[in-house]
Every structure is written in C-alpha cells, then in structure tokens.
C-alpha cells in the first residue's frame, strides 16, 4: 500500500525523507517519489517507477537539497505504475501533493478541472487533489485554508500532505480514511503514514484522528477536528524493541516471523491466564457484563485473519456451544445482513487498517449488534479505536508481506475469546477450561517443537519446485489450517494452490489429481483421523502425491507416494495452532527454491487501506 513522509526542518530532510520511505517499503509499492522545496527556492521532484533504491540513485546523481519535502511509494490504484503516475503531484510549479487513499468522485472533478483549464499529466486520482487544491488558493492564499476547502468536495478515503513554494514553512496535511501520523522533534517535526517511517528521528508521536486538518511547522503544530475546531491531540512517548526492523541471523523476515512464534504467543498469553480460567477482564472492563448477553458471534476480517475466524468458529460452536457465523469484510459490508439477537460483532486484523474490516464495523454499528470485539495486533489502529472491546495480539510488527505470527497469535486470542465466552455464559465445563488454559501454557513450547522440524520441511519443500498445482485438504478446524497453507504457497511462491475439506474431494478436485498434482494434508490424531485416511486413499488410487503433517499418534507411516511428517502430539483443540507452522515453513522454502521475493511478494501490498 501507498506511504507517506514529510519532513519541515531547519538541516536538509532527503535522506530523512528516503529513509522513511524504505521503512515503508515492507508494504508493498510499485513506485516512489520525493519533492523537495530546495534551497534555491524552487519545487523540485524526483520519481522512479520500481524501487526506492532506484529513486536513491537517482537523487544521487541529481540531489535535492533543501528543508520541507513530502515523499510517497505508490501502490497503483488508479492508472499503471510508472513515473507519470507516481507521487508526488504537482499543480503548476509551486505546488505538491502525496495521497494515501481513493477519491472516489475523481472522475467528476477531473472534468471540472478541465473546464477551468487545469492539463493532467497522470492517469491518478490523486492529480484531482492537486489542481482541485490549486483552484480553492485563488479564492484564499492560506494553504490550510484552501485544503480545509478542498477536502470539503472529495469523497473517498485520504491521509494528504501538500507543501507549497509559496508557504515553504509548512507542512499540510488532512486524514479522513487512510492513517497519519506527526513526528514531534526537537525544532523540527514530521509526518508519516505510519510512526515506523520516523522512528529514526524521534519517539514522540502524534496521532491525527478522522477528519483532522494539520499544520505542521518547524517548531509547532495545529490541528483542526472534523468539524473545523482547533483541537490538541495528544503526544505519546512510543518504545517497542518488538518494532526492530531488522532481519537478525535470518535471510528474509518471514522466516524470522515464524520463528518468533513461541515467543509471541507467549507474549499474548501473558496477564491473561489465572490458574485455572482466562481473565476475562483482559477483553476490557466491560467484557464481563457484554460477554453475559452474547448469545451469537458474527466474526468478520480478510485474507490470513478470515482463516483465523473460521477456525474460531469451530471453537466456539463446540466449546462454548455459541453459534458463530464468520464472513470475508468485503462481502460483509454490502450484503444486507439480518443480525440474530444479542450478537457480538467480532472483527479480526494484524493492521487494523484494513479498509474492508474496517467498513464492515463501521457499517455494523448501524445493524444493531450488542456490540464490537476486535482483536487486533495495532493497538493505535483505526479498527481499536473505534471498537467497544479490543484484544491486542502482542506478535509485534510483522514485516514480511505474507501473514504469519500475526495469525498465531490471532488464535490465541480467538480461543481465549471462546473460553472467555464459555465461562461467563457458564456452557464450558470448568475442568474443560482448566485443561485448555494448561495447555495453552504449554503451547509456546509445542510450538517451539514444530520450528525445529525446520529442516525437514526444507527438504520436502523440493517436492514441489517444479509444481504448478498443490491442493491442501483438512478436516474440521483443519479445514481452515488448509486455506490458510494453499493461501500463503500461493502468495510467495506463485504456485496455484486450493482448499477443500477432505471428505468434499471426491465431490469435484478429485478430477484434477494426478501425478503432477502435489496433496498436502493436515492430520492430528482425533475423531476424523480414520475418515481423513480413507480420503487420502483415494488420492492415492489416482496416483496423487501425499504430504502429510501427522500426529506422532496417528500410525501413518512413509510409502510410495506417500511422505508423512510426524507431528508433536497434542490436544486436539490447539492442533490448528500448531499444524500452521509446518504449512508455513513449506510454503516459505518452496518460495526460496523459486527465488522469489518472499518478503514483498508481485501485487501484494502489507495493509490493504483501499477496497
Ligand atoms: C496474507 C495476508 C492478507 C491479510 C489481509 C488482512 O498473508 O497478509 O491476506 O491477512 O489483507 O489484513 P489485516 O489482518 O491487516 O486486516
């Protein structure tokens, strides 16, 4: 997705700028761009389609110099990625804009703008602002007065920063949508799309709220709320040695995410746990009285989080015996939703950003709910801020762009949730949760177990180098493990892959099985072990090549074609938990034998804040 860096200072801020924009990199971007308002006292800008390493080199040979500059990587919404389209976006040669977000009425404005004589040079939705924000200036010569206009007439969702030559001592900037964020410095001050992107020239943030106009100076800063009244938004101090953007001993991030796993889960298990129960109250402190009334869960997320939700929705349904109901956001939100009495409306996202999730829970609070659950691993995020309850994941930023620690440690959450649910409505046997809060103590070191089969998963990873289809099959909460391993081959390796539940196989995609066509398969040792066996079987009969992660339990040995690695036993209720990590190392060393981009993978972007 797009990012956003600005700086106003009184040394020269493109190195500053080029170095938030890589901190950014790690969401995904096709292009980047930086202007400067330079010492000559001129507007300048460089852009370079492909990578911010290009814009630097670039800069090299022509530098800009100067102390107010606004830089962007874009990830193309509207028109191709290529230095036409990229941020920033002049209007005339004093002004320049960078946007986050879709305007949505930009096909409208951008006839208007024509009328008045404005010539477009991009294909962009964001090149609307600039000459729209030029126009406002004729009738005031303030530029946060104009902005203040200018946003007045879009729709759609933007975090903007505007510099101008005219007014070269500030920095412009509005939010409605898509987050920002102002770095406080000392007789300097920033601005970033996400605090990551400054956290190299200071640890004082300042968080802009929907619909805040903001002008940044050197040394101060003013905020207007939504309905255009000076307000102050509080500073925070911001420490987080989770945050390091830094690979460690390991090749990409991914991998290094996964390995982090039992340290994480660990983390989101802490203060949550009493000796024999989970803490509701770690919900918040109205959770114990939401949680009373709850006698439905509508759960709602996208991509890696859905797949969380729809293993939670076994959970809850079998252990707290809570009917659950769980729904991609994008669907969600424009369906018209009949909502059974007293549901939570529970929404699942690592960012907190994502555009869709957050749609559907905005939509939501119209719909009558009892009320809002999120959990979430951004504890600023829009998603958090705007739900009644909230459950933090402590994974720690999550750099690589495929989801992983992330999605542990939102079933950690997800299973405490359920036996939160199944204490306070008194349908979960006390023993029962004393045995899955034991085991839940256990699980970071289960965990650690399945990472040390590291190796072996390296060398089955061979198996499908030269592959161009895969499906994965599981049964029960497996089934949800299932789309979430085809999910992650098919984002970093590029290898077409698919779920299905193992007994719908023969019901259709057993028509595509053959000897090209690699079956991976999830089996803890539980009540569908014996029914998951026969499905396996008739893959076998049309020659299909098995990959089965099996519980050390389960007495499923190595045959021709058939390549089982054994699992670490454990409670059949945090098997999805565990049968991840295998999924995910297999997916990460298929995509090195490819030689892929694993921690920036084709078309993907880290947090999807447009629809
Ligand atoms: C997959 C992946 C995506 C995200 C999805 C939702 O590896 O990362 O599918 O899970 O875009 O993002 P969040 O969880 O931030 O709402």
């Given at each position: ?179 920002l964020v102002i770095g406080l410095g000392l007789g300097e001050n920033f601005l970033a799309?996400?605090q990551?992107?400054l956290r190299?020239v200071t640890d004082r943030f300042m968080y802009l709220e929907?619909?805040d106009?903001a002008?940044i100076h050197?040394d101060s800063v003013q905020i ?7 307000v102050q938004r509080e500073a925070v101090q911001y420490s ?140 600023i ?231």
């Open positions: 997705m797009c990012g956003i860096v600005g700086a106003v200072a009184e040394r020269n801020i493109t190195a500053i700028l080029l170095e938030g924009l890589k901190r950014l990199e790690y969401r995904g971007y096709d292009s980047a761009g930086v202007a400067v308002f330079t010492n000559n006292g001129t507007l300048e800008r460089m852009r370079r389609n492909g990578k911010v390493a290009e814009l630097e080199q670039a800069l090299a040979g022509e530098p800009l110099a100067g102390r107010l500059g606004i830089a962007h990587t874009r990830w193309a919404t509207h028109g191709a990625p290529c230095e036409r389209n990229a941020h920033p976006h002049f209007s005339g040669s004093d002004l320049a804009v960078v946007h986050n977000g879709i305007i949505e009425n930009h096909e409208a404005l951008r006839e208007q703008l024509k009328g008045l004589g404005y010539v477009f040079t991009s294909d962009t939705d964001t090149e609307v602002i600039a000459h729209l924000l030029n126009h406002k200036l004729k009738d005031n010569s303030d530029l946060t007065a104009a902005l203040k206009a200018t946003v007045k007439e879009l729709h759609g969702a933007y975090g903007l920063a505007v510099i101008s030559a005219k007014q070269p001592d500030r920095l412009v900037a509005a939010r409605s949508g898509s987050p799309s996400d990551l992107a190299q929907e619909g106009i002008e050197r207007w709320d939504v309905n255009g009244q000076s987080d040695g989770a945050e390091a953007a830094d690979k460690g001993e390991y090749r990409h991030y991914m991998l290094k995410e996964i390995h982090e796993q039992p340290a994480v889960v660990q983390r989101t298990l802490e203060n949550r746990l009493g000796q024999d129960h989970v803490l509701v109250q770690a919900f918040g402190p109205q959770a114990k009285e939401l949680f009373a009334k709850v006698r439905n869960v509508q759960i709602v997320a996208c991509g890696t989080s859905y797949h969380a939700g729809m293993v939670a929705r076994y959970w809850l349904e079998s252990l707290a015996g809570i009917p659950c109901q769980v729904e991609v956001a994008s669907e969600f939100r424009y369906r018209k939703v009949v909502v059974q009495p007293d549901t939570l409306f529970v929404s699942i996202s690592q960012s907190g950003e994502t555009a869709d999730t957050l749609a559907a829970l905005r939509n939501a609070k119209e719909l009558g709910f009892l009320g809002s659950l999120a959990i979430c691993n951004v504890g995020s829009s998603l958090v801020r705007e739900s009644d309850l909230t459950l933090l994941t402590q994974a720690g930023r999550e750099i690589g762009v495929a989801s992983t620690k992330a999605f542990t440690t939102q079933l950690v959450g997800l299973l405490l949730l359920t036996l939160s649910l199944g204490q306070v409505r008194g349908t979960l046997e006390a023993g029962v949760e004393a045995q899955l809060v034991e085991e839940l103590r256990r699980l970071p070191a289960r965990l650690g177990e399945a990472l040390a089969m590291d190796s072996i998963v390296e060398k089955v990873a061979e198996l499908f180098a030269d592959k161009h289809h895969t499906l994965f099959l599981g049964r029960g909460a497996q089934f949800p493990v299932a789309m979430e391993g085809a999910l992650k081959l098919k984002e970093i390796s590029y290898i077409h892959a698919e779920a299905y539940p193992a007994g719908e196989l023969k019901h259709g995609p057993l028509a595509l099985v053959d000897n090209d066509m690699p079956v991976v398969t999830v089996a803890p040792n539980n009540e569908l072990l014996e029914k998951l066996k026969s499905n396996l079987q008739e893959v076998r009969a049309r020659g299909g090549e098995l990959i089965v992660f099996a519980d050390e339990q389960a007495g499923m040995t190595n045959g021709e074609g058939t390549h089982v690695i054994n699992m670490p036993h454990i409670h059949d209720v945090l098997a999805p938990i565990l049968y991840t990590i295998p999924l995910q190392l297999l997916s990460y060393y298929v995509a090195v034998l490819k030689g892929t981009d694993v921690d920036q993978p084709r078309n993907l972007a880290k947090s999807v804040t447009v629809e």
